[in-house]
């Protein structure tokens, strides 16, 4: 009975053994047996782990399990999970030493909880070992470090703590080595410079202290370098300088200090981030040297001196930083050959001088952030020849002069705290606070910061065109006595009978009443571009200026509902109080009791959600335009909550309720509920924002901020990158199923072939932001304000390649 109970294959073992002494037949016979035996220990453990088990039935042969390869033995050699599957505790029971000839275990973002298991250190054939993104925690096993065919170690986004060990110069085959955002100490062990195949190594964001080995220096095949976010101090090491092949170097916020000129080697380094550190000494000459760079990054240090005034060397720059040093001299002319500059940031030194109008070359900047400085001299006009910037930041300077009305095309400007004279033209968008701190700037007629000088100008400009002004009073009486003689959509009688409440509203002094009847015959149904269950949007090309204009007309039963006369009014009356180049621009409007229209801009493209569910346009609808929609809509909300006053919550952001032209920027539209905040007067109905997109709040309170606004944008750019309603994924932020979807999973996959690397950076952005936006509890949101200046100046700072970037790294990022 004993013998029966023995395993059938250790029976055979042992009679093989016998035959081997007699024959060679029985030899190979043993070594199938053998084989045999292997092969089902795997199946054994395969089945014990449980991570298969919704196949075990159907699907008979492991080999075609998904996420497992196996080779011409039928033994199984790579293991790379479905992001379906998801392993919790599971995890502790797969039994590795099962698995011999096991190359490539890829278990990243699938929810693993628990320690690494010291079985792992028995898979000597292991080549590539990714537990990235998950809940892992507790040291890493001493064998690991004994796995010398590693090429490829990812422990990266977990909770591992404890130290490296010396032993890790034993994974000499090893090309990439991330270990980023964990809770490892410790010092960096010298011993890391044996491995001289190694090209990715990242320790960013743990807790490593003491200085840079100089032993890094001896990693000739290192590209990218990534010790940020760490308590390292010590100056940075000389033999950083013989990483010839490095191309990101990312040393930021840590104790470093020591001067600059050890980098000037590196010629091939794409981004250089060393802010936040205790570096000190000259900006060196030799750094125009990395020609290189598209990403300087040297702000919050101790850096002394000028900028080299060769600076415009680097002609590949995207990005500038140098603020909060203690940078002295002007700013160099060579600044303007940076013709792919995006970002200029200078704010916080000592710079002196004027502004180069040569900068106005530089079309692409989004960002200059000069405030802060000492730089004297006028604004120059030229810079309002920068095609795309958004944020003008010159607070705090000595800067002179009148302000130049070429700087109407910023989209937000800050000029507090100069000694700037004269008027603010009207058509800048500024904050309340842009123009605090200069005594002599006056807000129009009414206005000035300095009553002396400014009252002398007043009555100077008084005696001039007070009697103008006089004239132009009688005439538009006249004019409202003519137009009072004409109905607004029916005769003279029935106005008086029906009260006429409003004319059409002249916006720019062209439209009238006559105009848009003859363009549209009437309201004729072949000028309709779409009916809804209110109204029609109209298209008509005006007689009297060839405009082509949108016609939003209520139908004539709903312009005599008291609830839906009370929206369209209140769009009126806030589409009157905006000028911003991201919102529907309002032209006109016609409010009788019995016929109802606006006179608004025309968006050749239309709605945003009606591209994004067309497969053609979509896919002309590339990264870089759903980019810049964000940003659009982004700085369209900062300006209704931030530079409106009172400020403007629209609640209803969606993407029906953005609108796209011939070039597909995007608009803000529909604000028939928007509300002015602290309004004691709100509008009480079922249309009071569109379901998939309203904050949660509002499904237990009736308090309207701007946050509501704020959870809507973040639905919006989900949407615009995934080319769909996010739906469940919204509601299911905190799971851990849904944080272990990796980003590139996410994306429009009719656009998923066309990611580049400045897409795949901004993307991350975008969805990171997003992801804050969508916080349950509204005080955890950033403001618009935060979420539009961030679109502008900051980075994705993950250190791992996109294809790894998961919902969990993004939602843990802080902003």
């Not at 045999?36 to 298969?52: G, I, V, Y």
């Not at 604004?379 to 958004?390: F, H, M, N, Q």
């Not at 469940?728 to 851990?736: D, I, P």
Request: one cysteine or more.
């Amino acid at each position: 009975m004993m013998a029966l109970a023995i395993p059938t294959y250790m029976v055979l073992g042992a009679w093989c053994s016998i035959l081997v002494i007699s024959s060679w037949t029985s030899f190979f016979f043993c070594i199938a047996i053998s084989s045999k035996s292997s092969l089902d220990l795997e199946a054994q453990a395969l089945l014990e782990s449980e991570w298969w088990s919704d196949y075990t039935n159907h699907v008979p042969t492991r080999c075609k399990w998904p996420g497992i390869t196996c080779n011409d033995a039928g033994s199984i050699t790579n293991i790379s999970l479905p992001t379906e599957i998801q392993l919790g505790d599971k995890f502790g029971r797969f039994n590795f030493s099962s698995f011999p000839n096991l190359v490539h275990l890829d278990l990243a973002a699938h929810g693993i909880t628990g320690n690494i298991p010291h079985e792992l250190g028995t898979l000597s054939k292991l080549a590539h070992l990714d537990l990235s993104s998950n809940d892992i925690h507790g040291d890493i096993p001493l064998n690991t470090w004994s796995l010398r065919n590693l090429v490829t170690l990812n422990l990266a986004r977990n909770r591992v703590n404890g130290s490296i060990s010396p032993f890790v110069g034993q994974l000499t085959k090893l090309k990439s080595l991330s270990l980023g955002a964990n809770l490892i100490s410790g010092y960096i062990p010298p011993e890391l410079g044996r491995l001289k195949y190694l090209i990715h190594l990242d320790l960013n964001n743990n807790c490593f202290i003491g200085p840079i080995p100089v032993e890094i220096g001896r990693l000739n095949s290192l590209q990218y370098l990534s010790l940020g976010m760490n308590k390292l101090n010590g100056s940075i090491p000389l033999e950083i300088g013989n990483l010839n092949n490095i191309l990101y170097l990312d040393l930021n916020t840590n104790n470093l200090n020591g001067v600059l000129s050890v980098l000037h080697r590196l010629t091939s380094l794409i981004e250089l981030n060393l802010s936040n550190n205790e570096i000190f000494g000259d900006v060196p000459l030799e750094i125009t040297q990395l020609t290189q760079l598209e990403y300087l990054i040297i702000s919050s240090n101790k850096i002394l001196g000028s900028i080299p005034h060769d600076i415009g060397k680097l002609s590949k720059l995207l990005v500038l930083d140098l603020s909060r040093n203690n940078l002295i001299g002007k700013i160099p002319a060579s600044l303007s050959t940076c013709s792919n500059l995006q970002v200029l940031t200078l704010s916080y030194n000592n710079i002196t001088g004027s502004i180069p109008s040569h900068i106005g070359d530089l079309v692409t900047l989004d960002l200059i952030d000069l405030s802060h400085n000492l730089i004297s001299g006028e604004i120059p006009s030229d810079l309002g020849k920068v095609k795309y910037t958004r944020v003008l930041d010159l607070n705090h300077n000595q800067l002179t002069g009148t302000i130049p009305s070429s700087l109407e095309s910023l989209q937000s400007i800050n000029l507090s705290y100069n000694s700037l004279e004269g008027e603010i033209p009207v058509s800048l968008h500024y904050t309340p606070n842009a123009f605090i701190g200069n005594e002599y700037l006056c807000r129009g007629q009414t206005h000035c910061y300095s009553s002396s000088r400014t009252s002398s100008r007043l009555r100077t400009h008084m005696k001039i065109f007070l009697p103008l002004i006089a004239v132009l009073a009688l005439l538009c009486c006249a004019y409202v006595l003519l137009r009072r003689r004409w109905s607004c959509c029916y005769s003279e009688t029935d106005a008086i009978k029906n009260g006429d409440l409003f004319s059409v509203w002249n916006y720019d002094g062209k439209i009238a009443y006559e105009d848009i009847i003859e363009a549209t015959e009437g309201f004729d149904i072949k000028y309709c571009l779409g009916t809804g269950g209110y109204g029609s949007v109209y298209k008509a090309q005006l007689p009297s200026s060839g405009r082509v204009v949108a016609l939003k007309k209520l139908h004539s039963l709903e312009a005599n509902e008291p609830e839906i006369r009370r929206i369209f009014k209140n769009e009126v009356r806030m589409l009157t109080k905006i000028r911003h180049r991201n919102i529907a621009k309002l032209y006109g409007f016609c409010l009788h009791n019995r016929c109802m229209f606006l006179v608004l801009e025309y968006m050749e493209r239309g709605s945003l959600y009606c591209v994004l569910h067309n497969d053609i346009e979509a896919v002309e609808l590339d990264w870089t335009k759903r980019i810049n929609i964000v940003k659009g809509i982004a700085h369209s909300l900062s300006y209704l909550h931030y530079d409106c006053n009172p400020a403007i919550i629209h609640r209803d952001v969606t993407t029906k309720n953005i609108l796209l032209n011939s070039e597909m920027e995007a608009c803000l539209s529909d604000f028939g509920i928007a509300r002015l905040r602290n309004s004691t007067s709100s509008i009480r109905t079922v249309l009071a924002g569109t379901y998939g997109y309203i904050a949660p709040e509002l499904a237990y309170t009736d308090s309207v901020t701007e946050k509501c606004d704020v959870y809507s944008f973040g639905v919006v750019a989900l949407e615009i990158i995934m080319g769909k309603h996010p739906g469940e994924l919204v509601s299911s932020l905190r799971s851990a199923s849904t944080r272990s979807i990796l980003l590139k999973d996410m994306l429009d996959p009719r656009l998923i072939s066309t990611i580049n690397q400045q897409s795949a950076q901004s993307l991350a952005l975008v969805a990171t932001l997003a992801f804050a936006c969508l916080h349950s509890q509204p005080r955890c949101r950033p403001t618009m304000q935060e979420v539009a200046k961030k679109l502008v100046t900051r980075n994705f700072p993950s250190t791992k390649p996109f294809e790894e970037v998961s919902v969990r790294e993004m939602v843990n990022q802080e902003l």
